[in-house]
């Protein structure tokens, strides 16, 4: 029996043994069996999360006029929304911080038989997003816009996160790194090999959970502030390791 045969058959064993020991190599967590005394690697994932409260509110709101016009429809609409502007900026909004995220005109159209159909209006549908800084006022914000839009607000939602994440996410790469070390370190024993150094690390984050929020404009006139909860925020970020591994 030459050396080759040899290697392939330890090779054979090996699987066998990952496979009786219910080691799955899946594209986040494999093991590469050596075909030599070098091993080529382990390649795992490691999780890290951290939980934080958002610092900014971002809150979507528009107007939407529906005239005989075009112009009429423009003209009211353009109204609207500098009234809608004109009170969250009194409530503490930036100009900065207000910007454009949908504007459209569109026909409303009559459909009768044996007709064609024929145009009875024009819609102007105009959108804003605001970034609340202060988030305790994103409350007095929301209902600020719903009181100075009047029938022709639309709030589409509100959602919260953190401007700066990244100051949040050192703890949770130290998390992450060590629960890939632990994993690298569970299937190097189980293939019966000794774990080596990392190779190399790359990363991706996520977070942002979104919290709608969406309500009927005339509740906004009057009573009692309209009431929005920031909660907490899972910020996640996910390491890829390498490491070698030797007989």
Same mark, same amino acid.
């Given at each position: 029996?030459?050396? +080759?045969?040899i290697? /392939?058959g330890?090779?054979? !064993?090996g $699987?066998?043994?990952l496979?009786?020991?219910?080691?799955?190599c899946t594209p986040e967590?494999n093991v590469t069996?050596?075909s030599?005394?070098?091993?080529?690697?382990i390649t795992?994932s490691?999780?890290? +999360? %951290?939980?934080v409260?958002p610092?900014?509110a971002?809150v979507?709101?528009? !107007?939407?006029? &529906?005239?005989p016009?075009v112009a009429e429809a423009?003209?009211?609409?353009?109204?609207a929304?500098?009234?809608?502007q004109d009170?969250? +900026? @009194?409530?503490?909004v930036q100009? @900065?911080?207000?910007?454009t995220?949908y504007?459209?005109?569109?026909?409303?159209?009559?459909y009768?038989?044996?007709?064609?159909?024929?145009i009875?209006?024009f819609?102007?549908?105009?959108?804003?997003?605001?970034?609340?800084?202060?988030?305790? $006022?994103?409350s007095? !914000?929301?209902?600020s $816009?719903?009181?100075a839009?009047g029938?022709?607000? /639309? %709030?589409?939602?509100?959602?919260?996160t953190v401007?700066d994440?990244?100051?949040?996410?050192a703890? @949770? /790469?130290r998390?992450a790194?060590?629960?890939a070390k632990?994993? @690298?370190?569970?299937l190097a024993?189980?293939a019966?090999v000794?774990l080596?150094a990392?190779?190399?690390?790359?990363?991706?984050s996520s977070?942002?959970?979104?919290?709608?929020?969406? /309500?009927d404009a005339a509740?906004?006139l009057g009573g009692?502030?309209?009431p929005v909860?920031?909660?907490?925020q899972?910020?996640?970020? &996910?390491?890829y390791v !390498?490491f070698?591994?030797t007989?």
């Amino acid at each position: 029996m030459n050396i +080759k045969t040899i290697q /392939r058959g330890l090779l054979a !064993v090996g $699987a066998t043994a990952l496979l009786a020991l219910g080691v799955a190599c899946t594209p986040e967590t494999n093991v590469t069996i050596p075909s030599g005394e070098t091993a080529t690697g382990i390649t795992v994932s490691g999780q890290g +999360k %951290v939980t934080v409260r958002p610092d900014i509110a971002l809150v979507n709101v528009g !107007v939407e006029v &529906t005239a005989p016009t075009v112009a009429e429809a423009r003209a009211q609409a353009a109204e609207a929304m500098q009234r809608l502007q004109d009170a969250v +900026k @009194a409530a503490g909004v930036q100009d @900065a911080d207000i910007r454009t995220q949908y504007f459209n005109i569109y026909p409303q159209y009559v459909y009768s038989e044996n007709e064609a159909p024929r145009i009875a209006a024009f819609t102007v549908n105009n959108q804003v997003e605001l970034k609340v800084r202060d988030i305790d $006022a994103a409350s007095e !914000v929301l209902d600020s $816009a719903i009181e100075a839009g009047g029938d022709a607000v /639309r %709030v589409n939602g509100i959602s919260f996160t953190v401007e700066d994440p990244e100051s949040f996410l050192a703890d @949770a /790469r130290r998390v992450a790194i060590e629960n890939a070390k632990e994993r @690298a370190q569970v299937l190097a024993d189980a293939a019966g090999v000794t774990l080596g150094a990392a190779r190399s690390i790359s990363e991706s984050s996520s977070g942002g959970d979104v919290y709608p929020y969406a /309500r009927d404009a005339a509740a906004g006139l009057g009573g009692a502030p309209s009431p929005v909860n920031a909660g907490e925020q899972e910020l996640t970020l &996910t390491v890829y390791v !390498v490491f070698d591994i030797t007989r």
